[in-house]
T-cell receptor, first 112, second 110 residues
């Protein structure tokens, strides 16, 4: 069965640089969630989109923005990167009529 | 505010030694309680959804149960491949995002 696809899988950036993370949801899923997971921590909700509109917002810094496109894929844009942004970033997708969120393999971002 | 507390933080088991993980939650109306398995550096893998008190779900050596205040994940006769971090998450009835617990890291020795 098709799963959530995230790219890139690994990303190394310098402080103050920008990064773009991409997420391709499971086919026919219309809702995408972004989570950040620091070392040894549980995933923290950042932002979500339903039918290309932002549906909820969590603890996402103003330096970050995201959007969902007409093919339902989503991109998380991160600017002015800080050392503390180093983490695993997960995308999860679901169909709006379901409850279960299915997670992608994550993007490991390292900020040097 | 929704809260999810998992215990213990870590669990070391001998192969075949059954045990249970606990997830206590406080939520404004439960839409669903979810169990995930996470291997190091990988995304959480969906295991179960529980909706109401008294509900039980099973998958291989895992069984999840739910009460009004907590959920248990029972691991029966575990094998080394069951070693992972098990995450519990809740979704309130008036929201879509998941609130996770800190997880229980299970290590099963052969």
């Amino acid at each position: 069965a098709a799963g959530v696809i995230q790219s890139p899988r690994h990303l190394i950036k310098e402080k103050r640089e920008t990064a773009t993370l991409k997420c391709y949801p499971i086919p026919r899923h219309d809702t995408v969630y972004w989570y950040q997971q620091g070392p040894g921590q549980d995933p923290q909700f950042l932002i979500s989109f339903y039918e290309k509109m932002q549906s909820d917002k969590g603890s996402i810094p103003d330096r970050f923005s995201a959007q969902q496109f007409s093919d339902y894929h989503s991109e998380l844009n991160m600017s002015s990167l800080e050392l503390g942004d180093s983490a695993l970033y997960f995308c999860a997708s679901t169909h709006s009529l379901a409850n279960e969120q299915f997670f992608g393999p994550g993007t490991r971002l390292t900020v040097l | 505010e929704d809260q999810v507390t998992q215990s213990p933080e870590a669990l070391r088991l001998q192969e075949g030694e059954s045990s249970s993980l606990n997830c206590s939650y406080t939520v404004s109306g439960l839409r669903g309680l979810f169990w995930y398995r996470q291997d190091p550096g990988k995304g959480p893998e969906f295991l179960f959804t529980l909706y109401s008190a008294g509900e039980e779900k099973e998958k291989e050596r895992l069984k999840a149960t739910l009460t009004k205040k907590e959920s248990f994940l029972h691991i029966t006769a575990p094998k080394p491949e069951d070693s992972a971090t098990y995450l519990c998450a809740v979704r309130p009835s008036n929201d879509y995002k998941l609130s996770f617990g800190a997880g229980t890291t299970v290590t099963v020795r052969a």
